[in-house]
């Protein structure tokens, strides 16, 4: 056992031993270095590492939580102590336990969340990309006249679990990631954009030309960008933006909003909720991605999960308690921090690859809006509304004919998952949440 | 209070020779400044939900960063264990950014000046688990209540206390204790077997649990979650277009946080990346708009004695009959533009990098009746509840979300409409302001800002305001 699983287990341990039930510990350990530069030079610099631990105890069906920082012996006791105390203000949950022995489990296979290498990456090497990766973007083209600068991550760190069922864990992970933010100025006409790439390993990362050059690409194309007249109109999401409104949707899936009926969705298993052209699926089984993981926050082994197939929904996502309150079982979707009862939180969560490229379906539009970017979205779960702030470009005859901003898209979710007409073919996965591009029949932009 | 009084220096036994060798060593490669700060936050929650007490949740974190300034270059490390060899190795890897001789840190350390802006009755340890309790109890009742409609109901109450102290290599000391405590009430109401609706309340400040016993109470803040709630039963679509928007006093004055508050912020603008880069001095409101920034207001969420560089907090005037005033400072930030700190520099907690940011944003009362104002509107929309907000600094475009809306027509509230955002651009918006009423509000109480991952609590307030043309995002076209 590692020292920090001894130290996980001896405080479920004191738990037992001080009238708990049950308990559960997290413990999580990272260290993080950051470098940012601007207009060429570096601003800043950071390199530091911490660590906590957090126990939840039950006393029959009531539970409490704490959490510290103070590692010694008496600040873990201090820790279990405060958790017991709390116990006793709780009420009696009938729903509230740790999760059956039988679905306690690690995934087998080898997940690749962890690259030894990035702990050996110099951060010479590291200032470089930053400083390589803006200057690709100021070089693109003379209208880069400014940046907002770039940044060169890393993060290493460890999970701990243990309960008083009898499991204890731990996985490493790593990430690194690089990002750019050029200006771009024409004609009075001033706009950002950004490009990202970020990896659990070193090698996984795009190169610093490319992610320079994509961001320029992108703050170029927002120039001298027009408001249009309010209208109905086809969506296209681009994959970036589609990806926010997934993730919007996830609150709509999430056992937690189920069970109290404040989902869209809720009631509404096995019935089409969405278009043949949607299938979303929950797996954080996928080696090497930002969503995998051997177990969940409670212990439950990793799995895939279909949660709308071809249109129909399958399964919500669900951790111990909220399978309990609707009778059902646990998908392995338990998320915490260090402390409380566990939430609902996504494997690697996405909109399945179709089968058309991104290109052919901007051509089959006479008109409509692709949409770059979201502001300010307000995606309401609970009744259905959605409506954000949106950036991008004008489709005129099946071309990006030129770009709108300070517009809004507005619509009902019921009715636009319904209306998805198309997934494009380019899924790709840069963080746990992802999707191709998508098209939407028809949605409300606000103009002028 | 000297620093063995302080909570560092009474509880870790912190001394001003410790402090002068940790900044000793920040500047042992060089650098104009550096400044340590410690950090011990402890926090409680408690959560209702279902009729039941579900969660109770205590816990301490306790850290120190360090900070090395060279130029424009930042130099940061922490450290959660406040052992001398621990800070001292974050000392050093903070140096890294600086190259040159060591620059000798002054000697002795000269207390700032602070305000007192929130003294405590009874700190939140001090009070029994069971008052958390009843709050949120009260709070369930009352919400059920209501109205017979009322189907679930979720209430929560957090409090913490921050201790922090802040050193420099200029010789500056300050302390604080910082209180912090906030009510939550979600409502969820249904009729017969429609759709359900959803209704948030909260509030809160740089207070204690006292607060939500004599000023304002639970019932309170449940009762305005389901009368939220009750409202958006009877919600049909929002208009979608350009028109006139009134906005109501208090929460609505996140426009203001969006739409000028940060692109105010010193750091865009001395980049130059803010729309509002180079404009001091220019009329970017209409005159009827004053807009300040203030951390010195008592018990507000956004305030506070000294900011999290140990400069005390000021009343900033932003913008001044509709003239550009000024931007918030950090030390930084001010050092580079050659200005002063306006008491803005904040950060999340010891493992962040300060930034100028805001405090509590708000706009002067003007002189018009908010009942005129709402009369003088033939077709328009009335907005009083807000969710959130986010500007893109650049370009200025901004967007905030209603959440509780009427539509005007003819100089009256007609119907409420569903949640719709609204659009608009920095530096053009408020030059549509016609109106200012002369009922200033401030929020409850519940604000937070985000601002490169960094979370800190803010406040904002707005009298009830007249905008002539701003985009409206709802679905009925």
Not at chain 1, 4 to 25: F, H, M, N, P, Y
Not at chain 1, 338 to 353: Q, T
Request: aromatic share 6%; hydrophobic share 40%; net charge negative.
């Amino acid at each position: 056992m590692s020292e920090l699983e001894q130290i996980a287990s001896d405080a479920v341990k004191l738990a037992l031993a001080r009238g708990a039930t049950d308990a559960e510990c997290t413990i999580s350990d990272g260290a993080e270095f950051e470098v940012n530069v601007r207009m060429r030079e570096v601003e800043s610099v950071k390199e530091a590492g911490s660590r906590g631990a957090g126990i939840r105890v039950l006393a029959g069906q009531r539970s409490g939580s704490s959490y510290t920082s103070d590692f010694s012996a008496e600040g873990i006791a201090k820790m279990v102590n405060a958790a017991i105390e709390l116990a006793k203000l709780t009420s009696e949950d009938p729903h509230a336990g740790l999760p059956e022995p039988g679905a306690l489990g690690k995934f087998a296979g080898d997940l690749r969340l962890y690259d030894p290498a990035i702990e050996g990456i110099e951060t010479e090497w590291k200032i470089a990309q930053a400083i390589a990766a803006e200057g690709f973007a100021l070089a693109a083209d003379p209208r880069i006249a400014n940046s907002k600068g770039a940044g060169f991550s890393s993060n290493v760190g460890s999970r701990v679990f243990a309960n008083s069922r009898g499991f204890v864990g731990s996985y490493r992970t790593s990430s690194c990631g690089l990002a750019v933010q050029p200006v771009a100025v024409e004609n009075g006409s001033t706009e950002r954009d950004y490009w990202y790439t970020s990896s659990r390993t070193a090698a996984g990362l795009e190169s610093a030309e490319y992610v320079g050059r994509k961001a320029a690409e992108r703050a170029l194309r927002r120039l001298n960008s027009r408001k249009i007249a309010t209208q109905k109109a086809p969506i296209v999401f681009e994959p970036r933006t589609a990806q926010a409104l997934l993730g919007d949707l996830f609150d709509a899936v999430s056992g937690s909003a189920i069970y109290r009926q404040a989902s869209f969705l809720a009631g509404k298993l096995g019935e089409r909720i969405a278009s043949d052209a949607l299938t979303i699926i929950d797996d954080a089984t996928m080696p090497g991605l930002f969503g995998s993981s051997p177990f969940d926050d409670e212990g439950v082994a990793a799995r895939r999960t279909v949660v709308v197939e071809r249109g129909v929904l399958k399964s919500y996502l669900l951790n111990t308690y909220t399978a309990r309150k609707l009778g059902l079982k646990t998908t392995g979707n338990a998320s915490r921090g260090l402390s409380g009862a566990a939430g609902v939180g996504p494997g690697n969560f996405y909109i399945a690859a179709g089968e058309i490229a991104p290109e052919k379906i901007i051509g089959g539009l006479k008109s409509g809006l692709y949409v770059t970017e979201l502001i300010g979205t307000a995606a309401n779960t609970v009744t259905d509304d959605y409506s954000s702030g949106a950036a991008g470009l004008w489709i005129e005859n099946g071309e990006l004919a030129y770009p709108v901003s300070e517009i809004t898209i507005a619509g009902n979710l019921k009715q636009m998952l319904m209306d998805v007409e198309r997934a494009g073919a380019d899924l790709e996965f840069r963080g746990s949440i992802a999707s191709p591009t998508i098209l939407i029949r028809e949605m409300t932009i606000s103009g002028h | 209070m000297g620093l063995s009084e302080s909570f560092f220096g009474s509880r870790f036994g912190i001394t001003a020779h410790d402090l002068e060798r940790y900044l000793s060593e920040a500047l042992s490669a060089g650098g104009e400044y550096a400044d340590l700060y410690f950090e011990h936050l402890s926090t409680s929650s408690i959560s209702m939900d279902e009729g039941i007490v579900k969660s109770a949740t205590e816990g301490v974190t306790l850290g120190v960063g360090v900070r090395v300034i060279a130029g424009e270059r930042t130099g940061y490390a922490y450290s959660d264990d406040l052992s001398p060899e621990k800070i001292r190795k974050a000392a050093r890897v903070a140096a890294c950014i600086a190259r040159g001789p060591a620059t000798i840190v002054k000697t002795g350390f000269e207390e700032a000046q602070r305000h007192d802006l929130y003294p405590m009755l009874r700190a939140p340890h001090e009070m029994g688990l069971y008052e958390r309790v009843d709050l949120v109890k009260r709070a369930n009742q009352a919400a059920r209540a209501y109205d017979a409609r009322v189907f679930q109901v979720q209430a929560s109450y957090a409090d913490s206390l921050r201790d922090v102290l802040v050193a420099t290599s200029e010789g500056r000391l300050s302390f604080d204790r910082q209180p912090m405590a906030r009510m939550g009430v979600t409502v969820l109401a249904r009729q017969g077997d429609g759709d359900p609706q959803e209704g948030h309340s909260g509030g809160g400040g740089r207070v204690t649990l006292d607060y939500f016993l004599t000023e304002k109470t639970p019932e309170y803040f449940a009762h305005e979650a389901a009368r939220q709630a009750i409202v958006q039963l009877g919600a049909t679509e929002a208009p979608a277009g350009e028109m006139t928007v009134v906005l109501g006093p208090g929460w609505p004055g996140i426009l203001l946080h969006e739409a000028v508050g940060h692109g105010l912020e010193a750091d865009f603008n001395r980049k130059k990346v803010s729309a509002f880069s180079g404009r001091v001095g220019q009329q970017v409101a209409s005159p009827l708009c004053t807009v300040i920034d203030d951390g010195t207001i008592g018990n507000r969420r956004g305030s506070l004695n000294v900011d999290d560089e140990g400069v005390a907090t000021q009343r900033n005037v932003l913008i001044e009959n509709g003239i550009l005033r000024g931007y918030l400072q950090d030390k930084l930030s001010s050092r580079l533009m050659h200005s002063q700190s306006t008491g803005s520099g904040r950060r999340e907690s010891y493992q962040q990098i300060p930034m100028p940011r805001m405090t509590n944003t708000y706009m002067l009362a003007g002189e018009s009746d908010p009942e005129e104002i709402i009369r003088s509107v033939p077709r328009g929309i009335y907005c009083t509840t807000f969710g959130g907000g986010q500007v893109d600094i650049t370009s200025g475009n901004f967007v905030f979300a209603a959440n509780e809306s009427y539509l005007i027509e003819n100089g009256r509230l007609t119907r409420p409409v569903r949640g719709a955002s609204l659009i608009g651009n920095g530096p053009e918006a408020l030059k549509y302001v016609s109106m200012v009423g002369r009922d200033l509000k401030l929020d409850e109480g519940v604000g937070i800002c985000s601002k490169e991952g960094q979370h800190v609590p803010v406040g904002v307030g707005i009298p009830t305001l007249k905008i002539d043309k701003m985009t409206v995002g709802g679905t009925a076209a």
